[in-house]
């Protein structure tokens, strides 16, 4: 109806067409976006006719929005022991095996790829000009046959996508503009063995390597099958029984979001000694035949607690990442059967703690007496937040100032013990210290400690009628600096004016069951240059051994938590070591 078309029509359609054309190879340079003065960028520069590439830049697409392709995923691995990835990627085709376990976690496998020369030998040899032509430009390079390459992509995945009749792969879909990338993403969705298009993410794959990256950030979004759990070990309060005990540090359902990382923290406690134990991670309840997802081995002081964090990256990928520093080495294997049929039949209570100390209160070096007291209050306030009620601990002090021979301001004549504190819950004995002071003194010979002695043996000889010490641990914990004065003249040691014996109180207690410990500066420096300051040490060395015979603390060296943790009567354990860290403290 209207005629021929015009020579001016001809030169505005093929200017249109023209404009058209160079619009597509910019959008498709944008794509590809080499660096400037790269030699890919020169290169791409000569293909576009010699228009730079970042000249009228075009967006590369939108992000895409979420699809909830993870779910669909999800249900898609359910009951398979094996799915392939495929993936079109701008550096090749690449098939990425995913394992299933037997919980259910897709772990990916070995990844076999395709250049795209290889499939496709008509694409430029040059990696951006061959990027280029994916992304669907064409310049002045000679034009990829469409047709050809849908074919060529197709008879790949008839070679590479042998699969089982009523198998499932599941295709990555390429990023948004890759015009290529399309075209064979399209061709791979008729194959029959592609089930499931789903999206690695959002960003273009460009500058990333393909397979196994992308394949690992889907199976990072897809929900946890099953709970994650720490194995730890729970002692029955009545019984004894040792039972295992899951904890979940990540529930079944949790999805994260792409490079998400999320953390759970945990306290566990240690065994009776100071141990390594094992802390396995799970995919499901304790029980054999429930798969290990990760298998650490961590320092843990006896009945100490130790706060622990992990961190969940995706399904089955689990870490510990504090306390950084921590971990053995090599990563420790063990047999989970085995290591449920390791844990102890039972854990045997310690018998009750009974705590006597006696307290040096004087002295000439002021500071050093009340660095003492000090350390007595807060072994009595250790023990009180142990055992608050004294169900299990009960604890008693005797503190003592020097003989009425160096009376002070604060020790008067006859006043030479504090009243003592006797086999009470801890909580009492830190109430009855906040009143304890100390005295300076005069002297730093001798202290009235023999006294102090006599006493607490005449009081714990009052211990109640049926009282067994079989049943409970008894510590006498000297606490001091000068040595007990003796019965008689020693040399220029000055005698007890009472006459008292500390050996022989020592030996009462011994008798009563009493483990001796003391706690006391360790003799220091060169002899003394005169005999009589050398007797004096001589005889001061003698007592502290006989004092300190099973055990000597020294301040500076033990801390009051070292000390409470050296009281602390041991537990027993029937059958073997327990190999796992304790979800409750030992009490």
Request: net charge neutral; with cysteine.
């Amino acid at each position: 109806m209207l005629g021929a078309a015009t020579a001016r029509d001809l030169a505005a359609a093929e200017a249109a067409l023209g404009a058209a054309r160079h619009a597509w190879d910019l959008r498709a340079a944008a794509l590809v976006a080499p660096g400037p003065e790269t030699d890919g960028h020169h290169r791409l520069t000569a293909a576009l006719g010699g228009t730079p590439p970042g000249d009228g830049h075009v967006p590369a697409g939108a992000p895409r929005e979420e699809t909830g392709d993870s779910t669909r995923v999800q249900a898609l691995l359910a009951g398979r022991a094996q799915v392939p990835f495929l993936e079109c990627a701008p550096d090749g085709l690449h098939l990425t095996q995913v394992q299933i376990t037997r919980a259910g976690i897709p772990v990916p496998g070995d990844t076999s790829s395709t250049p795209w020369r290889s499939v496709v030998p008509a694409l430029d040899g040059d990696p951006t000009l061959r990027r280029f032509q994916l992304a669907g430009g064409v310049g002045t390079l000679p034009p990829v046959d469409r047709h050809a390459f849908d074919e060529a992509v197709r008879a790949w995945l008839a070679e590479n996508l042998r699969t089982a009749p009523g198998a499932t792969a599941v295709l990555l879909r390429s990023a948004p503009g890759w015009e290529l990338l399309r075209r064979a993403g399209a061709v791979a969705v008729q194959n029959p063995a592609v089930r499931l298009a789903a999206d690695g993410d959002g960003a273009a794959p460009e500058g990333r390597p393909g397979g196994a990256v992308r394949v690992r950030r889907l199976l990072r979004t897809l929900p946890l099958s099953a709970d994650h759990t720490l194995l730890l070990a729970r002692v029955d309060p009545h019984t004894g029984a040792v039972r295992p005990h899951s904890h979940v540090l990540f529930p079944a359902g949790l999805v994260l979001r792409p490079d998400e990382t999320v953390t759970a923290e945990v306290t566990v406690y240690g065994g009776p000694t100071d141990s390594t134990p094992l802390l396995p991670v799970l995919a499901g309840p304790p029980a054999p035949g429930t798969p290990a997802l990760a298998l650490r081995q961590l320092k843990v002081r006896a009945l100490e607690p130790e706060r622990l964090t992990f961190a969940l990256r995706g399904p089955g990928e689990v870490e510990l990442v504090a306390p950084a520093g921590e971990r053995t080495p090599e990563e420790p294997t063990a047999d989970f059967s085995r290591l449920l049929a390791a844990l102890p039949r039972r854990m045997v209570r310690p018998p009750a703690l009974e705590l006597l100390l006696t307290v040096d209160l004087g002295g000439a070096d002021r500071a050093e007496t009340e660095e003492r007291l000090t350390f007595v209050r807060e072994v009595a306030a250790l023990l009180a937040r142990k055992d608050p009620a004294g169900a299990t601990v009960r604890a008693g002090a005797v503190g003592h100032y020097d003989h009425t021979d160096y009376e002070t301001a604060w020790a008067k004549a006859g006043l030479l013990l504090r009243a003592p504190v006797v086999a009470r819950p801890p909580a009492e004995l830190l109430a009855a210290l906040a009143t304890w002071s100390p005295a300076p003194g005069r002297q730093d010979t001798v202290s009235s400690l023999e006294d102090a002695l006599h006493e607490a043996a005449v009081l714990t000889a009052r211990r109640p009628v049926g009282a067994d010490s079989d049943e409970t641990c008894r510590v006498l914990l000297v606490v001091g600096g000068r040595p007990p004065a003796p019965a008689r003249q020693h040399g220029v040691v000055p005698a007890c004016p009472r006459g008292t014996d500390w050996r022989t109180a020592l030996g009462r207690l011994r008798a009563g069951g009493f483990r001796l410990l003391a706690r006391t500066h360790p003799a220091t420096g060169p002899p003394a240059p005169d005999a009589a300051a050398r007797q004096a040490g001589r005889y001061a060395a003698e007592a502290w051994r006989a004092l300190g015979a099973d055990g000597v603390f020294r301040p500076g060296a033990d801390s009051p938590q070292d000390v409470v943790r050296a009281l602390d009567p041991p537990w027993r354990h029937e059958g073997p070591a327990c190999p796992l860290a304790f979800a409750a403290p030992l009490r």
